[in-house]
């Protein structure tokens, strides 16, 4: 008889945020679609926008559903879709967009998001969930 699988709290919460992460990022893909001429018409770029926005809500909706079922994959591609979300946030935000004031701000929830990340994905309830890999 199998037996199911506990998802731990964290994991749950982990899971939450990336399909909010996923829905922000479906937003932004409708967005740069509905807007598109209004886009170029201010010189943004609607294709990176769209491109962007609609990688990540593929990658996040495939981790999603992996946090959520437990499937042993999910834990190697949240470190490397955190590593890979976080790096494009910057890079977007330092190269592509104009200076915001706030980026102290965003680095201490930059910082906060990842060490719970970790700290998820490095429990031993979640290394159990997720099988040894």
């Not at 909010?20 to 479906?26: D, I, Q, R, Y």
Request: with cysteine; net charge positive.
């Amino acid at each position: 008889m199998l037996q199911s699988k506990h998802r731990p709290a964290s994991v749950t919460i982990l899971a939450l945020f990336v399909l909010s992460l996923s829905a922000w990022n479906g937003l932004r893909l409708g967005s740069a679609i509905a807007t598109w001429k209004i886009l170029a018409e201010y010189g943004a770029q609607p294709l990176y926008i769209a491109t962007s926005g609609g990688f990540w809500l593929i990658a996040g909706i495939l981790l999603f559903g992996g946090l959520w079922r437990g499937i042993a994959w999910a834990r190697k591609m949240a470190y490397i879709t955190a590593a890979g979300y976080t790096s494009w946030y910057w890079c977007d935000r330092l190269f592509m967009q104009t200076p915001h004031a706030n980026w102290p701000f965003a680095l201490a929830v930059t910082i906060i998001l990842l060490s719970f990340t970790l700290i998820t994905l490095l429990q031993r309830g979640s290394i159990v969930y997720f099988g040894k890999t």
